[in-house]
């Protein structure tokens, strides 16, 4: 199993992006999905996450700038940016759990430049 993640690049502060990540292989009972980022020199940090119930929850840094989604039939996940900021840029990475057996993968991660 390997997740793909698209969409990242550069954008002005104000400006949007689109995350998209996408699982190949054989993935099963995916009860959670997530976006984390790593700044320049800082560590890997949580960004957002869905549950397979749909309750989402974001870092406060994010809330109301950021929605992230689903879509369970491609075993997918997306994160919308809007009203980007430059502390916002890193590499952003999507993770999944597959509940049985349990495993946790991860994306190679996209980069994400933010300009003031």
């Known amino acids: 199993v390997q997740l793909q993640a698209s969409g990242g690049g550069l954008v002005q502060a104000g400006g949007s992006l689109k995350l998209s990540c996408a699982a190949s292989?054989?993935?099963?009972?995916?009860?959670?999905m997530g976006w984390y980022r790593q700044a320049p020199g800082k560590q890997r940090e949580w960004v957002a996450s869905?549950?397979?119930?749909?309750?989402?929850n974001y870092v406060d840094s994010v809330k109301g700038r950021f929605t992230i989604s689903r879509d369970n039939a491609k075993n997918a996940v997306y994160l919308q940016m809007n009203s980007l900021k430059p502390e916002d840029t890193g590499v952003y990475y999507c993770?999944?759990?597959?509940?049985?057996?349990?495993?946790?993968?991860w994306g190679q991660g996209t980069q994400v430049t933010v300009s003031s």
């Open positions: 993770n999944m759990h597959q509940l049985v057996p349990y495993y946790n993968y």
């Open positions: 292989g054989s993935i099963y009972d995916i009860n959670y």
């Open positions: 869905i549950t397979n119930g749909d309750n989402t």
